[in-house]
């Protein structure tokens, strides 16, 4: 291939060159500054992962191997040449050379004269491409405000196959001023769908820059609302499209106003919101459109947390601060429970049931301050909601382990003859209670979350403290129901039982975590109370029991792995009185529960086929407390050796 291009080569490479642009646009466009666009092409190649698929990368590729192959071959081999005979020293250095070399040669600068020369053709043939464009653009424009409305928009592209045609590369004020004007609510149908469609061809950076932002942003709000969903539909795509392609410093404003947006919805009295008794009908028209917002609104959340650290802290408290607010909104503390209507975080646990959303916010430090200043100052009310629903399951689950009656609150199974798309009031609230866990168990994590607590319930009048969270956790585990069932909102990884053991497991493997709240005779005392129960006898109404006492043992094994666990459970955690017997600390307890384990010498387990793995649980708690000397002094006398052989003959 000769260094010089053809009039082909010149009209190979305008489209090449387009399609490069086209898909770094957005990039460039939301750039600040000429000199941070002229950066963000100098390093494309560290940043796009699709470089190297571009044709115009391609092209060139094969242009500059082929003019320069032969030059770096033939400097490549003298310097191999040179080294050979002990003129050489390093790979690095064979590098540098052959590509000074290559640089200084006659073949490079003809390559570079004519590829510049080239491109000046290129690039001046689509910037006259686009200003004609532009006149066509303008000279639409004059027409429109001749025309009436119904031929707006009517032909927003010329004849050319220009894929810039295709879209605005640019929009100036003045554009941005009639689209704002189109798009008011005053203005018939179809020059605000015309309007919404240009607005989602145009770059968002451009939109987000509009002097009129104020204004269009009130407008996008009320076009959210519009009943007819194609047009609300459009609006939402515009947000999408911003999310995914514009900085931060942009999408928090459009972000905020979607949270707003929302937050007055809820709080709107003519909005279609079901009540409790009602449940919600998922493929209702209006359900649909408020999960879709709702949905983009918890994706946007997922997905900040990864750039915000780049901008200044007041944007991301402004993220915080909308999504708090609009979360916090309770309209329910007046009305009967028949009358109360779904709140926002209901909402929010059907698009993101494991608050994974907040998982992602509490990660750094950097964001967790913020969030847990705020929950501390302004929204503690969020806490306390989330620990009255687990509460609120507890009470329902209870009259049942007593045996008075079944699990009649919200621990219901889906009625197969319902469609999938409808949930009952009982299920949703089931929803909200997993999300509720999800947010506790994260929140207790972290030193500055405990701190939060003691809070105060509304039906309570002692506050309610860690100790006391963690107890209300434990008496959930064997009160819930656990065995899974099909279409039932308790299988798979959403059983209460199985969601607090993961909760109460991460709290084990992190000291601070443990000590502040497993580490105490009241919480071992009720992690073992379905234990003493079997032990002594008395009839307990546990479902799946297995089950329950495999996460039971799961829990105390965790317990018993670290030093200060181990010696609460071998000796208590306060100085022990006179009189107190040992036979009442843990690792008696649990000692006396194995053995009889073994012998299976309880009633209520005999014959289940759980039997060996409740029994391997058991003598895996126990190997953790007498792989020690002073555990295996106390376990010693239960002779656990003989047991464990005997049932092994058997």
Same mark, same amino acid.
């Given at each position: 291939?000769?260094?010089h291009?053809?009039?082909?080569?010149?009209?190979?490479?305008?489209p090449?060159?387009?399609?490069?642009?086209q898909?770094v646009k957005?990039?460039?466009?939301?750039?600040?500054? @000429?000199?941070?666009?002229e950066?963000?092409?100098?390093?494309?190649?560290?940043?796009d992962?699709?470089?190297?698929?571009?044709?115009?990368?391609?092209?060139?590729?094969?242009?500059?191997?082929?003019?320069?192959?032969?030059v770096?071959?033939?400097?490549?081999?003298?310097?191999?040449?040179?080294?050979?005979q002990?003129?050489g020293s390093?790979?690095d250095?064979?590098v540098?050379?052959?590509?000074?070399?290559?640089?200084?040669?006659?073949?490079y600068r003809? %390559?570079?004269?004519?590829l510049k020369?080239? %491109?000046?053709?290129v690039?001046?043939s689509?910037?006259?491409?686009?200003?004609?464009d532009?006149?066509?653009y303008?000279?639409?424009?004059r027409?429109?405000?001749?025309?009436?409305?119904? &031929?707006?928009y009517?032909?927003?592209?010329?004849d050319?196959?220009?894929?810039?045609?295709?879209?605005?590369?640019?929009?100036?004020q003045e554009?941005?001023?009639?689209?704002v004007?189109?798009?008011?609510?005053?203005?018939p149908?179809?020059?605000r769908?015309?309007?919404i469609?240009?607005?989602?061809?145009?770059?968002?950076s451009?939109?987000?820059n509009?002097?009129?932002?104020?204004?269009l942003?009130?407008?996008?709000?009320?076009?959210?609302?519009?009943p007819?969903?194609?047009f609300?539909d459009?609006?939402?795509?515009?947000?999408?499209?911003?999310?995914?392609?514009? =900085?931060?410093?942009?999408t928090?404003?459009l972000?905020t106003?979607?949270?707003?947006?929302l937050?007055a919805?809820?709080?709107?009295?003519?909005?279609?919101?079901?009540? @409790?008794?009602v449940?919600?009908?998922?493929?209702?028209?209006?359900?649909?459109?408020?999960?879709?917002? %709702?949905?983009?609104?918890?994706?946007?959340?997922?997905?900040?947390?990864s750039?915000?650290?780049?901008h200044p802290?007041k944007?991301?408290?402004?993220?915080m601060?909308?999504?708090? &607010?609009l979360l916090?909104v309770?309209?329910?503390?007046?009305?009967?429970? &028949?009358?109360k209507?779904w709140d926002?975080?209901?909402f929010l646990?059907?698009?993101?049931?494991?608050a @994974?959303?907040?998982?992602?916010?509490?990660?750094?430090?950097?964001?967790?301050?913020v969030?847990?200043?705020?929950?501390?100052?302004?929204y503690?009310?969020?806490?306390?909601?989330?620990?009255?629903q687990?509460a609120?399951?507890l009470?329902?689950?209870?009259?049942?382990?007593?045996?008075s009656?079944?699990?009649?609150?919200?621990s219901?199974?889906?009625?197969?003859?319902k469609?999938?798309?409808?949930?009952?009031?009982?299920?949703?609230?089931?929803?909200?209670?997993?999300?509720?866990? &999800?947010?506790?168990?994260?929140?207790?994590?972290?030193?500055?979350?405990?701190?939060?607590?003691p809070?105060?319930l509304?039906?309570?009048k002692?506050?309610?403290t860690?100790t006391?969270?963690?107890?209300?956790?434990?008496?959930?585990?064997y009160c819930?129901?656990n065995?899974?069932?099909?279409?039932?909102?308790h299988?798979?990884?959403?059983?209460p039982?199985?969601?607090?053991?993961?909760?109460?497991?991460?709290?084990c493997?992190?000291?601070?975590?443990?000590?502040e709240?497993l580490?105490?005779?009241? @919480?071992?005392?009720?992690?073992l109370?379905?234990?003493?129960?079997?032990?002594?006898?008395t009839?307990v109404?546990?479902n799946? =029991?297995?089950?329950?006492?495999?996460?039971?043992?799961d829990?105390?094994a965790r317990i018993?792995?670290?030093?200060?666990?181990?010696?609460?459970?071998?000796?208590?955690?306060?100085? =022990?009185?006179?009189?107190?017997?040992?036979?009442?600390?843990g690792?008696?307890?649990?000692?006396?529960?194995?053995?009889?384990?073994?012998?299976?010498?309880?009633?209520?387990?005999?014959?289940s086929?759980?039997l060996?793995v409740l029994?391997?649980?058991?003598?895996f708690v126990c190997?953790?407390?007498?792989?020690?000397?002073e555990?295996?002094?106390?376990?010693?006398?239960?002779?656990l050796?003989?047991?464990?052989?005997?049932a092994w003959?058997?």
């Amino acid at each position: 291939m000769m260094s010089h291009f053809s009039c082909e080569d010149e009209a190979l490479l305008q489209p090449m060159l387009r399609q490069l642009l086209q898909s770094v646009k957005e990039k460039i466009t939301g750039a600040p500054s @000429v000199e941070c666009a002229e950066e963000i092409l100098l390093h494309l190649e560290e940043t796009d992962e699709n470089f190297h698929n571009y044709e115009f990368v391609k092209y060139l590729r094969e242009y500059i191997s082929n003019i320069l192959g032969s030059v770096i071959e033939e400097e490549t081999e003298k310097c191999t040449s040179a080294q050979n005979q002990g003129e050489g020293s390093n790979y690095d250095t064979l590098v540098q050379h052959v590509t000074k070399k290559t640089r200084e040669s006659k073949e490079y600068r003809e %390559m570079m004269h004519s590829l510049k020369n080239v %491109m000046m053709v290129v690039v001046e043939s689509l910037i006259n491409k686009f200003e004609e464009d532009q006149m066509r653009y303008k000279e639409m424009q004059r027409k429109v405000k001749t025309e009436p409305p119904n &031929s707006y928009y009517a032909d927003n592209c010329s004849d050319s196959d220009s894929s810039f045609n295709q879209s605005y590369t640019f929009m100036n004020q003045e554009q941005l001023q009639l689209l704002v004007e189109r798009l008011d609510p005053m203005q018939p149908k179809e020059v605000r769908q015309e309007a919404i469609q240009t607005l989602c061809s145009a770059p968002p950076s451009d939109i987000l820059n509009c002097e009129s932002w104020s204004s269009l942003h009130k407008h996008l709000a009320t076009a959210l609302s519009d009943p007819d969903s194609s047009f609300s539909d459009k609006v939402l795509k515009f947000y999408a499209k911003t999310f995914s392609s514009s =900085p931060l410093n942009m999408t928090r404003e459009l972000y905020t106003s979607l949270a707003k947006y929302l937050e007055a919805y809820f709080l709107a009295e003519d909005n279609y919101i079901p009540t @409790v008794s009602v449940g919600i009908d998922i493929s209702n028209p209006d359900i649909i459109r408020l999960l879709k917002k %709702m949905r983009l609104l918890n994706e946007y959340q997922r997905e900040v947390s990864s750039f915000w650290i780049r901008h200044p802290e007041k944007y991301m408290e402004e993220i915080m601060e909308s999504t708090l &607010s609009l979360l916090a909104v309770n309209h329910n503390l007046t009305q009967t429970i &028949s009358s109360k209507f779904w709140d926002p975080v209901y909402f929010l646990a059907l698009v993101d049931l494991k608050a @994974v959303w907040f998982k992602k916010w509490m990660h750094a430090y950097y964001s967790r301050t913020v969030v847990l200043r705020l929950l501390e100052k302004k929204y503690k009310s969020l806490i306390i909601a989330t620990v009255e629903q687990c509460a609120s399951y507890l009470e329902a689950c209870e009259p049942a382990m007593n045996g008075s009656g079944t699990f009649n609150s919200f621990s219901t199974s889906h009625n197969s003859n319902k469609q999938n798309n409808f949930y009952t009031g009982k299920e949703l609230q089931y929803i909200y209670f997993v999300h509720s866990l &999800s947010l506790l168990g994260r929140l207790l994590i972290y030193k500055q979350g405990r701190r939060l607590f003691p809070i105060q319930l509304k039906n309570r009048k002692d506050l309610m403290t860690l100790t006391d969270l963690i107890i209300m956790f434990t008496r959930l585990i064997y009160c819930s129901p656990n065995c899974p069932k099909p279409l039932t909102v308790h299988s798979g990884n959403y059983s209460p039982a199985g969601l607090i053991t993961d909760i109460l497991r991460v709290l084990c493997d992190r000291k601070e975590c443990a000590t502040e709240c497993l580490y105490t005779n009241t @919480v071992i005392e009720e992690l073992l109370q379905p234990v003493h129960y079997l032990l002594n006898g008395t009839e307990v109404n546990l479902n799946c =029991p297995e089950t329950t006492l495999t996460h039971i043992a799961d829990i105390l094994a965790r317990i018993a792995a670290a030093d200060d666990g181990l010696s609460l459970l071998l000796y208590g955690g306060e100085k =022990p009185s006179a009189t107190e017997s040992t036979s009442l600390r843990g690792a008696h307890v649990i000692a006396q529960f194995t053995k009889k384990l073994l012998d299976e010498d309880i009633s209520v387990l005999s014959g289940s086929e759980m039997l060996p793995v409740l029994k391997g649980a058991f003598i895996f708690v126990c190997r953790q407390m007498y792989s020690t000397c002073e555990g295996l002094e106390v376990l010693l006398p239960y002779q656990l050796h003989e047991s464990i052989a005997e049932a092994w003959r058997k």
